[in-house]
Nanobody, 115 residues
Framework: QVQLVESGGGLVQAGGSLRLSCAASPSISGIHIMGWYRQAPGKQRESVATITNGGDTNYEVSVKGRFTISRDTAKNTVYLQMNSLKPEDTAVYYC?????????WGQGTQVTVSS
């Protein structure tokens, strides 16, 4: 069983930055892939960025060059650095982990970007 707790969401003006954190317990050991998804009102949940235990990353096209996903194994934490935020980035952001084929989700954190 893996528990994921997100933090770092909030309200920011367009062009600003936020950093989301996702703390995994008991640890990220054995987790093959972690990532961030988002869901805007009236839209389906979509993948934003993922990172494997080998450090390979993948980004949704609209966030490439603006968002950076990283992981700190010692702190059992995955981060999403979001720069040059746009109003269309407004959504609830969810942390995701896949451990031995089982999927786990955090409770979500709201990111609102004002124009």
């Amino acid at each position: 069983q893996v528990q994921l707790v997100e933090s770092g969401g909030g309200l920011v003006q367009a062009g600003g930055s936020l950093r989301l954190s996702c703390a995994a317990s008991p640890s990220i050991s054995g987790i093959h892939i972690m990532g961030w998804y988002r869901q805007a009102p009236g839209k389906q949940r979509e993948s934003v960025a993922t990172i494997t235990n080998g450090g390979d990353t993948n980004y949704e096209v609209s966030v490439k060059g603006r968002f950076t996903i990283s992981r700190d194994t010692a702190k059992n934490t995955v981060y999403l650095q979001m720069n040059s935020l746009k109003p269309e980035d407004t959504a609830v952001y969810y942390c995701y982990a896949n451990r031995y084929g089982s999927a786990y989700w955090g409770q979500g954190t709201q990111v609102t970007v004002s124009s």
